[in-house]
Nanobody, 124 residues
């Protein structure tokens, strides 16, 4: 089991930056793969980035490569999403996710556990 709590969302102008945080608790083996997803009104949920807890290997959606960076502080049980050069298209509710499987940690993964989400709004 794992519990996830996101924070750091807010409103920012295009070109600005935000850093989202995900505080994780529970069995370490339930969060071998961590990810960030987002969902905008009227759109499907979209995978943003994933990171493997042990190796730090990451995977990013093409739409955010070069702008977003996922990172972690395992000692603090925290996962972050640094978002730079934000665009209005990035406006969405962002969700932190965790999965127990330690193979195939990428955007194709079906995650088991989800946080409640944090809203990000980017104005032009």
């Amino acid at each position: 089991q794992v519990q996830l709590v996101e924070s750091g969302g807010g409103s920012v102008q295009a070109g600005g930056s935000l850093r989202l945080s995900c505080a994780a608790s529970g069995y370490t083996g339930s969060r071998n793969c961590m990810g960030w997803f987002r969902q905008a009104p009227g759109k499907e949920r979209e995978g943003v980035a994933t990171i493997y807890r042990t190796s730090g290997i990451t995977d990013y959606a093409d739409s955010v490569k070069g702008r977003f960076a996922i990172s972690q502080d395992n000692a603090k049980n925290m996962v972050y999403l640094q978002m730079n050069s934000l665009k209005p298209e990035d406006t969405a509710t962002y969700y932190c996710a965790a999965d127990s499987h330690w193979w195939g940690c990428n955007l194709n993964r079906v995650f088991e556990n989800w946080g409640q989400g944090t809203q990000v709004t980017v104005s032009s």
